[in-house]
Nanobody, 118 residues
Framework: QVQLVESGGGLVQPGGSLRLSCALS????????MGWWRQAPGKQRELVAA???????NYADSVKGRFTISVDNAKNTVYLQMNSLKPEDTAVYYC????????????WGQGTQVTVSS
C-alpha cells in the first residue's frame, strides 16, 4: 500500500516562504511522476507543480518563478519550495503520485494547510 505524508504547512505572511515535504512509503522510484496539487475553499483541486523522474517539470502559471518542486530519491521525499507567497496561495496542498505532468494518479496524501495572511 502506498502512503504519502505531507508536512510543512502553516501560517505565513504575504511575501514569506514555506517548504512542503511529502514522504513516500517505499521507493519513490516506483513512480515516474510526483506532483503537488492544491484546493482552496469553494474551488476545484488544481495542479501546482509536477516533476518526472527524468527531471522535467510543469508548473501552474500562477506559481511560475515562485515555487520549485524537487525530489530526493534517497529520502523518498518530494518537496515544494514556495517563495513570495500571496494570499491567493492559501489552500490545502496535497502530494500525489501522478500519471503524467498534467494528470494526477490514484495515490494522495492527507493534505497540509497553507494560509497566507497578515
Amino acid at each position: 500500500q502506498v502512503q504519502l505524508v505531507e508536512s510543512g504547512g502553516g501560517l505565513v505572511q504575504p511575501g514569506g516562504s514555506l517548504r512542503l515535504s511529502c514522504a513516500l512509503s517505499g521507493s519513490i522510484l516506483r513512480f515516474h511522476v510526483m506532483g503537488w496539487w492544491r484546493q482552496a475553499p469553494g474551488k476545484q483541486r488544481e495542479l501546482v507543480a509536477a516533476v518526472t523522474s527524468g527531471g522535467s517539470t510543469n508548473y501552474a502559471d500562477s506559481v511560475k518563478g515562485r515555487f520549485t518542486i524537487s525530489v530526493d530519491n534517497a529520502k523518498n521525499t518530494v518537496y515544494l519550495q514556495m517563495n513570495s507567497l500571496k494570499p491567493e496561495d492559501t489552500a490545502v496542498y496535497y502530494c500525489n503520485a501522478g500519471v503524467s505532468l498534467t494528470r494526477g494518479g490514484p495515490y494522495w496524501g492527507q493534505g497540509t494547510q497553507v494560509t497566507v495572511s497578515s
